[in-house]
């Protein structure tokens, strides 16, 4: 079976993938139909690591998700894969060069529980 492996349908398997937890290589590349090492291959053709598209689609999904002000970052954190909201900021400070935080919408729902461990 011949697959047509792109950037842009790797990026959507990532995306549909990511409400499962962090994509694996070979839970993407099953996704499209292809071996993990020819979607590697694909992806080595166009300039970009698997790591460095998840870690693109993770930041874009993250963005979307901080505009929704009834979601707690530990949420969206989860969402992503994330284990902690500390990893997630980490990341997003990494990616976009600013705190999660500071692109909330006012009124957003940021405090952790504390039943999750606030102090």
Known sequence: MITLVSVQSVEEAVTRLLSRGHPTVGQTAQALGCSPRTLQRRLQDAGVTYGELVDRVRAEAAC????????HLYEIASTLGFADPSSFSRFFRRMRGVAPRELRPKGSRDRVPAALGAS
């Not at 979307?64 to 979601?71: E, Y």
């Open 64 to 71: 979307q998700l901080l505009d929704d002000p009834s979601l």
